[in-house]
């Protein structure tokens, strides 16, 4: 790395789920890390998910933030001055590609929606940073596609935020699921039951917010008025920026899937599915769909449904893999073994909740630093490569439901085998702005 000024900070707070919205306070004083050691960070994108990643970043002593990006002033003005009560000073953008001008900048975070995700990755690779991307890597699979040839064509550490496997405890449950001890699994299923997701209410298009770039919000995405209903969190339940709890929630449960059954791509998807919950809420996305995919060897149930958290085992999300001889349930509380019977006995040992024990994201952000010193690859919890091929996955589900059929995928030749769904799996930029060529 090259030689910083020297800022030590530690973060205060801890950032146990997905899209937790924290107001860490850095402390200057940490010392021990030499000038040469340090690592600058820049964060685009700090409403919600990038301020948690940032946080859960600077608790490693190398880490020295330098500057932030976000195109609403109002956030970037008030991650500044939070910074600021600590004595950290740092540039602030509103346009990520000045931010990557700056040559001192060694990694960045993008924390932005996932419309902004593919663009941002490559254009950071390509001018040299490293990069902490959130999930899902792309919005469609093509840009899936781009985001992997970009990481292998400029050789960055690219690590996306699927923080799970960072965790002792479900690294644990997968190594039981490999042991074979729950006989042969021929069905894993994978949920989110989200009861805290309240409906959307309609409201109308309105004025961009003072301090709001509102064009550069949208980048690629279709032009469209400003509606508070598709900006900052709730983004995610439109069609133009993000695949609703399918990509949300389904990459970090699919992930497990995946992990457990040694498991590439599904050989076919059909969704069923709607907004079933709250049929006049603003959403576009299903908040209620069952998804059926099939590996050859094993069928995968995926079930999500907002608004209600009683889901399979009475958890709200998890992966149960259900073999002949028993069924592994894990979630981000622990995991546990529950037997078969066969004439009234167990089939095999009971394994008791076995609880998580530590902070993935802490964690996850510490394999990070750790590779961007070491510049060894492989030692990545989740390279770009492994999360790309869960969004496909994920996107596969959606595809089928948008489609009204069941889809087909050809992982050989990285697409559908039917026309239709093929456009589904492409984006269409728009406002001037370029899909990356890589």
């Known amino acids: 790395m090259k030689q910083h000024t020297r800022r030590d900070f530690l973060v205060t707070g801890s950032v146990l789920t997905a899209g937790a919205v924290v107001s860490p306070h850095m402390l200057v004083g940490r010392s021990g890390i030499a000038p040469t050691d340090r690592i600058n960070i820049g964060a685009i994108g700090i409403n919600g998910q990038g301020w948690s990643d940032l946080d859960a970043m600077c608790k490693n002593p190398e880490i020295n933030v330098v500057a932030l990006c976000d195109v609403d002033e109002n956030v970037l003005n008030r991650r500044k001055a939070e910074l600021a009560k600590d004595n950290i000073q740092v540039a602030t953008y509103v346009d990520y ?4 001008e700056d040559k001192d900048i060694d990694a960045v975070i993008i924390g932005t929606p996932d419309h902004w995700h593919c663009k941002i990755m490559v254009d950071a690779c390509a001018a040299g940073k490293d990069v902490y991307c959130e999930k899902p890597v792309g919005r469609t699979i093509e840009e899936c596609r781009i985001m992997v040839a970009a990481q292998k064509k400029y050789n960055r550490v690219v690590q996306v935020g699927q923080w799970q496997r960072s965790q002792k405890h479900y690294r644990d449950a997968v190594q039981y699921v490999h042991s074979g001890r729950l006989g042969t699994i021929r069905v894993v299923k994978a949920w989110a039951y989200q009861g805290w997701m309240k409906p959307i209410p309609v409201q109308s298009d309105g004025e961009v917010p003072t301090g709001v770039h509102y064009d550069q919000w949208l980048g690629p995405a279709p032009k469209k008025p400003f ?3 598709r900006f900052h969190f709730n983004f995610r339940w439109f069609y133009d920026y993000a695949g609703g709890l399918m990509t949300d929630w389904g990459v970090h449960m699919i992930d497990y899937v995946l992990l457990g059954m040694k498991a590439s791509y599904a050989r076919s998807a059909a969704a069923i599915g709607g907004k079933m919950g709250y049929p006049d809420d603003a959403e576009e996305w299903p908040d209620t769909m069952a998804t059926i995919y099939d590996f050859g060897n094993f069928n995968m149930l995926w079930e999500q449904a907002v608004g209600i958290n009683d889901g399979p085992y009475q958890r709200d999300h998890g992966v149960a893999y259900i073999g002949n001889e028993g069924t592994l349930v894990v979630d981000r509380g622990g995991w546990e073994v529950i037997p078969e019977k066969e004439h009234g006995k167990d089939k095999i040992p009971a394994v008791p909740r076995q609880k998580a024990v530590d902070d993935g994201m802490i964690l996850h ?22 999360a790309s091929q869960v969004a496909i996955n994920c996107h596969m589900g959606n595809i089928a439901h948008l489609a009204k059929k069941r889809v087909y995928w050809d992982a050989e030749q990285w697409k559908f085998t039917d026309d239709q769904s093929n456009e589904y799996a492409k984006p269409v930029y728009h406002n001037g702005i370029e899909l990356p060529k890589v």
């Open 227 to 229: 509606n508070p209903n």
């Open 97 to 100: 590609r000045k931010l990557l």
């Open 365 to 386: 952000t510490r394999n990070f630093v750790e590779v961007l010193k070491s510049r060894h690859l492989p030692d990545l919890h989740c390279p770009v490569e492994a």
